[in-house]
């Protein structure tokens, strides 16, 4: 099956996927899910850029690390479209705006379903989803491997660019989290701060994509399985949930210790 048949196949089966993500933490699930989400398969983290997002002056902030590893990458390849957005009709954000692959096995991709880029081209790509506002991942994930026919799993990764209402990643995660708490992780040194401006009304747990946020009488306590997503601070209608990156943290020099771990790009 080409890569064009495999993914309009996996957008058929796209609520099977929901589905997958509410047991993928339960015997005898949790063994197939393994295979798609356990660190071995899936080794992802979220760059959290934008405004909501605090980082000392005159270090490296988070939009420069994507440019960083394209910088890395030998070969540079996006998606045609997002397969997320196609799958859930999303009405808020384009449908023709794909991932990035990076590295040597991006090479695979099928003309069908991408195209090569020049640097200076993923460069404006990933200018065009920070202006739209999609949140990127960077992520090496056994899924794309299969689904886009791409033999060389050691030898790309993905910067996927997330939409709240569509994408895999966004929703419904809390049970798959927390089977597999080192696949899906925040990136070093981040951290989140309520402010007494909390009014606890509960905006910040309804958006949580991994259910880490629970309201009690003095606001919002988030747990232990924080993702770094930063949708917190991003949804807090009075400002009140401040992400702060730790400045003595490098967040590339983390990213490529734990999502390039064993993968060679260059």
């Given at each position: 099956?080409?890569a064009?048949?495999?993914?309009?196949?996996?957008?058929?089966?796209?609520p099977?996927?929901?589905?997958?993500?509410?047991i993928?933490d339960v015997r005898?699930?949790?063994?197939?899910?393994?295979?798609?989400?356990?660190?071995?398969?899936?080794r992802?983290?979220?760059?959290p850029?934008?405004?909501a997002?605090e980082?000392?002056?005159?270090k490296?902030?988070?939009?420069?690390?994507?440019?960083?590893?394209i910088?890395m990458?030998?070969?540079?390849?996006?998606?045609?479209?997002?397969?997320?957005r196609?799958?859930?009709k999303?009405?808020?954000?384009?449908?023709?705006?794909?991932?990035?692959?990076?590295?040597?096995?991006?090479?695979?991709?099928?003309?069908?379903?991408?195209?090569?880029?020049?640097?200076?081209?993923?460069?404006?790509?990933?200018?065009?989803g920070?202006?739209l506002?999609?949140l990127?991942?960077?992520?090496?994930i056994?899924?794309?491997?299969?689904?886009?026919?791409?033999?060389?799993?050691d030898r790309?990764?993905?910067?996927?660019?997330?939409?709240?209402?569509?994408?895999?990643?966004?929703?419904?995660?809390?049970?798959?989290?927390r089977?597999?708490?080192?696949?899906?992780?925040r990136?070093?040194?981040?951290?989140?701060?309520?402010s007494?401006d909390?009014?606890?009304?509960?905006v910040?747990a309804?958006?949580?994509?991994?259910?880490?946020?629970?309201?009690?009488?003095s606001?919002?306590h988030?747990?232990g399985?924080c993702?770094?997503?930063?949708e917190?601070?991003?949804?807090?209608?009075?400002?009140?949930?401040?992400?702060?990156?730790?400045?003595?943290?490098?967040l590339?020099?983390?990213?490529?210790?734990?999502?390039?771990?064993?993968?060679?790009?260059?």
């Amino acid at each position: 099956m080409d890569a064009r048949k495999r993914i309009d196949a996996a957008i058929k089966l796209w609520p099977l996927v929901k589905v997958a993500k509410r047991i993928g933490d339960v015997r005898p699930f949790r063994a197939v899910a393994k295979y798609f989400a356990s660190e071995e398969a899936f080794r992802g983290s979220f760059i959290p850029v934008d405004e909501a997002i605090e980082v000392q002056p005159g270090k490296l902030v988070a939009v420069e690390i994507l440019p960083k590893l394209i910088e890395m990458a030998s070969h540079v390849s996006r998606l045609n479209f997002c397969p997320c957005r196609v799958a859930e009709k999303c009405e808020s954000f384009p449908h023709d705006f794909g991932c990035l692959f990076l590295g040597p096995g991006a090479s695979e991709i099928d003309p069908n379903i991408g195209k090569a880029l020049s640097k200076r081209e993923a460069y404006e790509h990933v200018e065009r989803g920070l202006h739209l506002g999609l949140l990127s991942m960077v992520g090496h994930i056994k899924l794309d491997s299969i689904v886009f026919c791409l033999s060389q799993f050691d030898r790309f990764v993905t910067i996927c660019f997330c939409c709240r209402c569509c994408c895999l990643l966004r929703s419904g995660m809390g049970r798959l989290v927390r089977a597999f708490p080192f696949s899906l992780e925040r990136v070093s040194g981040f951290s989140v701060e309520v402010s007494e401006d909390c009014d606890g009304c509960g905006v910040c747990a309804a958006v949580c994509p991994v259910g880490n946020i629970e309201i009690g009488e003095s606001g919002p306590h988030h747990g232990g399985v924080c993702v770094g997503c930063g949708e917190c601070a991003r949804a807090c209608p009075r400002k009140a949930i401040r992400v702060i990156i730790n400045p003595e943290k490098d967040l590339f020099e983390d990213i490529k210790s734990r999502i390039l771990k064993d993968v060679d790009i260059t």
